[in-house]
């Protein structure tokens, strides 16, 4: 019996160990659907779009400082003198601008628009995360599924064995220690079972996470993104685009603005005010006679601090450090850019050679497995050996899923690493967040109509009116 119990499931077997994923349903979630849900769904990106909003204010900020600022005053006073009432009341009209600085204003327009592309380039750095972030959830969901789908029927294949395992004992051809191994091997089944279902329940709460929304069916990944020629290539690449070494360049060059700004504190500053204001009085000790008076005034002035107790020096020496650290900075963000793409591109290639090596395991543990079943039948092997040899081809197979998703993985660090994993670059097809938009409403420190009517239609598209 036990021997007509093998012929039926020496092919099957293996068939239902390495068997595929079920018919996948007419809209399956592909990966670009798993990317596009994340940058839509991302608080990150929001919150670091709105640090970008911030800091094209600043810029605005810095250019007001070469606008007058106008502002009104109005003043009343009540006093008694020896028993008489007295009271004065005033409004005056005040403008004061700062009509030349010695470059002061210009430096901080320059450094308030270094900062708004350094933080463009940080915003790009945060969507590359979201997007890498996203691609990791939906491979490890997609080998968790197979890891399950594995697990299950290395279960079925082993109960078979165990049931075989039964007759064969109860026809007296093994002993109780072959079943007992039987059942051993099907409980460590189990629990390997219940462990990538585990795993595969943290897959799916991680895609919700990152996609705001739970996995249905998931198409295969597609085919892995063209990559550079070769590894020097990668790292050109790197170097040209990715986004925290710009991030890091414009830094740099606002830490020099900032030598000059503070060299530039000691300078004069020359600023102009203007002023109109009516006032009038009454006093009841000059019989009740009201008095109005009208002043005009126009004043120019200048100053220079001669001596500021050591702030201005220690100023001056606090930005050349902070330079110096920009400095060093961006060249340790340029070496750690080139020692991730040496890593992604290394990952590649172990990926690869991993691939290539478990499939010449697999043929060959399917050859060994079916030799071992064959010499089980004729009393030559045991139920232990018929066991190692299954679990070797499952190991196998496991191994494969795994090293496929790390080398999809593998491709998209590649690309995050060149700073070329973006929406626009991987061509997702859907409108993507415009970083100047907001910066070109506000540049000019809008407060007329027109540049408040600009300024509401880009608060409505990015959905913040």
Do not use: C, F
């Given at each position: 019996m036990f021997r007509s119990t093998l012929k039926f499931l020496r092919q099957p077997v293996i068939a239902l160990l390495l068997a595929g994923a079920v018919a996948l349903p007419a809209k399956a979630e592909t990966l670009a659907d798993a990317m596009v849900a994340a940058y839509r769904h991302s608080a990150l990106l929001e919150q670091n779009r709105a640090v970008l909003r911030a800091a094209d204010e600043?810029?605005?900020?810095?250019?007001?400082?070469?606008?007058?600022?106008?502002?009104?005053?109005?003043?009343?006073?009540?006093?008694?003198?020896e028993g008489f009432d007295a009271n004065s009341a005033s409004l005056s009209l005040q403008a004061q601008m700062t009509l030349y600085d010695w470059g002061r204003s210009a430096i901080a327009i320059d450094i308030?628009?270094?900062?708004?592309?350094?933080?463009?380039?940080?915003?790009?750095g945060v969507e590359q995360d979201v997007l890498l972030g996203a691609v990791q959830a939906y491979l490890d969901v997609r080998s968790a599924t197979e890891q399950v789908e594995l697990q299950n029927n290395s279960v079925r294949v082993i109960g078979e064995e165990r049931r075989a395992a039964a007759d064969r004992f109860e026809v007296g051809e093994i002993t109780q220690t072959d079943v007992s191994q039987a059942d051993a091997a099907l409980a460590e089944a189990n629990a390997s079972l219940a462990t990538a279902e585990g795993d595969l329940a943290i897959a799916r709460e991680n895609y919700r996470a990152a996609t705001g929304r739970a996995p249905g069916q998931l198409a295969p990944p597609p085919p892995s993104p063209k990559l550079p020629a070769s590894l020097p290539s990668a790292r050109e690449i790197a170097?040209?685009?990715?986004?925290?070494?710009?991030q890091a360049k414009r830094e740099a060059a606002a830490s020099e603005l900032g030598v000059a700004a503070a060299a530039a504190e000691r300078n004069p500053e020359l600023t102009g005010s203007a002023g109109l204001s009516t006032s009038r009085s009454k006093s009841i000790s000059s019989g009740g006679v009201s008095s109005t008076t009208d002043v005009g005034s126009l004043s120019l002035s200048m100053s220079q601090t001669i001596y500021s107790g050591g702030r201005l020096p220690a100023?001056?020496?606090?930005?050349?450090?902070?330079?110096?650290?920009?400095?060093?900075?961006?060249?340790?963000?340029?070496?750690?850019?080139?020692?991730?793409?040496?890593?992604?591109w290394a990952g590649i290639d172990v990926a690869r050679a991993q691939i290539r090596s478990i499939d010449r395991q697999i043929v060959a543990a399917r050859q060994a497995y079916n030799g071992v079943r064959e010499e089980a039948t004729l009393g030559a092997r045991t139920t232990l050996d018929v066991l190692d040899a299954e679990q070797v081809v499952l190991e196998a197979s496991a191994n494969k899923i795994t090293a496929e998703a790390n080398l999809q993985l593998a491709h998209y660090q590649l690309l995050s690493a060149m700073g070329l994993l973006t929406v626009e670059n991987l061509k997702l097809g859907i409108p993507t967040y415009d970083p100047s938009a907001y910066y070109n409403a506000v540049r000019d420190a809008p407060f007329t109509s027109r540049q408040g009517q600009s300024l509401d239609r880009v608060l409505r598209a990015i959905g913040k009116e």
């Open positions: 600043d810029a605005a900020i810095a250019l007001s400082a070469l606008r007058p600022i106008i502002q009104w005053v109005a003043d009343y006073t009540y006093q008694n003198i308030a628009k270094e900062s708004v592309l350094a933080t463009r380039a940080a915003l790009v170097q040209r685009t990715h986004p925290l070494i710009q100023r001056h020496r606090q930005a050349m450090a902070q330079r110096d650290a920009a400095r060093s900075s961006l060249l340790n963000v340029a070496r750690q850019v080139d020692q991730a793409v040496g890593t992604a």
